[in-house]
């Protein structure tokens, strides 16, 4: 299945942008620092639901599915700092997954036209990848968001959202010169750009609405105690042979997903209801046949989702759902301990933690 993927999928150089960065008007030359040290803290995102997901099939490299996504407090530290001398871009000896930190920082570096040598440490979050938690994705989106700031944000945040999606990419194993291009819905790039707990990203990587949440909302995460750990080529393989079935769920309800979203969970929201999206979150995942398309990524989701349906159905949380294909599953509630015990009860391993509201936080930096 590899060399079909490979086909299909070709693998990219790291830090060669497959999508260029576009800003209007053009600067004439690259931007200069601002500062020799940038240090920050990016949240994560839980991506509670594709708007069509007929459209995770990938379109001239582009995948215009859209979602709809949580920012919670699971944050990643980004340290980026000027060089004197060195490679272009080097990590440092604990940097957490080296290969993408070097990605983003190089991508960055190419697309803005800089010169200056980097060094780059990331502290992740303490959690497997291949959650459904977006950590490849959020893993770019902060060192390129940090390297950003050290050249005083060149690229608007919503130009950086984009960019970032269409240049997506994902490890592969025993190769850290090239990456996957792996789907990219833009919402963990959002979820430090863009302030705001709840969000939709429109279909073309356009963060649309934003939302906040209320202070004493908790977000419950249920997730297997062995996780299938995957190679990057294996978990596409695995997603793109179900491929017809996300075509089918996005055909059939893409339509009413987004007539309910627009016109009565958002505006619910705003007015401090989480009802309706809730039980727009619940029908999708539940009902809609997400979780059966997603059943790929863990041999007992199916049986999981039976056993949390009730944490929504006995009104334990106001949002049940799964994060992107799984196999985690979230619950935002104001009764943490009861959502922690039904998914504990289900064989799940359990994290909790907070909604946020305010994209990524800045630390002091040194002026150059």
Known sequence: MSASIDSDFPPFPLGAPRSP???????????????????????????????????????????????????????????????????????????????????????????????????????????????????SSGQIAAVAAAV?????????????????????????????????????????????????AVQVIAGAHVPLLQAALPEDMRIVLGMPHDPVIWDARDSLAAEARHFDAFTTTGRTYGPEIAYRLLHDAWPALLDGDLGPLGSLLFDYRFRMGSLANCAFSHPELLATGEKVEHIFTEHLAEVLTLSSVGPTFAALTRTPERCEQAFADAGLRTVRCRSWNSGYTLHGQEEQ
């Open 21 to 135: 960065l576009t800003l209007d008007p053009r600067p004439s030359n690259p931007p200069q620092p601002v500062a020799d040290h940038v240090r920050l803290d990016y949240p994560s995102r839980i991506n509670a639901m594709a708007l069509d997901s007929s459209k995770i099939v990938p379109s001239q490299g582009a995948y215009l599915a859209g979602e709809l996504l949580f920012a919670c407090d699971l944050m990643r530290r980004v340290e980026v700092e000027i060089v004197g001398d060195g490679p272009t871009v080097q990590t440092t000896a604990d940097c957490d997954h080296p290969v993408l930190a070097r990605h983003a920082a190089l991508l960055m570096r190419a697309a803005l036209g800089t010169r200056e040598r980097l060094r780059v440490r990331v502290s992740a979050p303490d959690l497997p990848a291949h959650l459904g938690l977006g950590s």
């Open 148 to 196: 950003n700031e050290l050249y005083g944000r060149p690229v608007p945040a919503r130009r950086l959202v984009k960019f970032l999606a269409l240049n997506h990419g994902e490890e592969i194993d025993h190769d850290d010169g090239h990456l996957l291009p792996v789907q990219c819905l833009g919402g963990s790039a959002a979820a430090g750009l863009i302030p705001g």
